[in-house]
């Protein structure tokens, strides 16, 4: 089941990379996450003896995965204020 789920982690990365960059950047930021997140599932699944969910590799983990979190919700909130003022321009 862990292949399962990082071959399902590559390909929403390379979606997100191959077909979302043009709206906005922070999607290729996004999808090399997915991309290094299904890598890191793949190597916990091959070789499970390197415990790659626990210790210092899980928190290596967990601190890319707050830095991603954290870019792209400011982006979001960026782009949501953006947006919000064109939206009120226009009416």
């Known amino acids: 089941m862990g292949y399962f ?5 590559i390909v929403s990365g390379l979606v997100l990379m191959l077909r979302l960059r043009k709206e906005n950047k922070v999607f290729l930021a996004a999808g090399a996450y997915f991309v290094v997140l299904g890598l890191w599932w793949a190597c916990a699944a091959a070789f499970p003896a390197w415990d790659l969910f626990n210790g210092v590799p899980g928190t290596v983990l967990r601190v890319l995965t707050g830095v991603m979190l954290v870019v792209c919700a400011v982006v979001f909130f960026r782009e949501n204020r953006k947006n919000a003022g064109k939206s009120k321009k226009g009416d």
């Open 5 to 9: 789920y990082a071959v399902i982690w």
